[in-house]
């Protein structure tokens, strides 16, 4: 793998990534109580947070699509799983979520597992 696909599917994980992240932080903005009216819809609509995670998601799927006119699928898309590292790392940093022993073996397996595929296994 060239070095320039590489930064531009660690890039595209990484966008991906903070997407979840502003997710999250629209969940925790979003209204207590939801239901299917304009307010809520509104309330959604106007959420910076969600606009925001919504326009890098699309932007993030068009440079994934350019990527792939050049990248295999099977060695590209497992450091898509380089998400399930950072997401839950920034979770416990940026939001204070628990910490739990399931979690540190299933980030350690991640990170053995991307190895294996980018060793060429």
């Given at each position: 793998m060239s070095a320039?696909?590489?930064?531009?599917?660690?890039?595209?994980?990484?966008?991906?990534s903070i997407g979840q992240?502003?997710?999250?932080?629209?969940?925790?903005?979003?209204?207590?109580?939801w239901r299917l009216d304009v307010a809520t819809l509104w309330s959604l609509a106007t959420n910076g947070y969600l606009v925001?995670?919504?326009?890098?998601?699309a932007a993030t799927t068009i440079l994934w699509v350019y990527v792939l006119r050049e990248?295999?699928?099977?060695?590209?898309?497992?450091?898509?799983?380089?998400?399930?590292?950072i997401v839950p790392t920034a979770g416990v940093?940026?939001?204070?979520?628990?910490?739990?022993?399931?979690?540190?073996?299933?980030?350690g397996l991640v990170i053995a597992g991307?190895?294996?595929v980018a060793a060429g296994f």
């Open positions: 320039g696909r590489f930064v531009s599917i660690l890039s595209i994980v990484l966008a991906m992240l502003l997710f999250k932080a629209a969940a925790r903005s979003a209204p207590a109580t925001a995670a919504l326009f890098l998601y990248a295999p699928l099977s060695t590209s898309y497992p450091f898509m799983a380089l998400a399930m590292v940093l940026l939001f204070a979520e628990p910490v739990s022993p399931s979690l540190v073996l299933g980030i991307i190895l294996v």
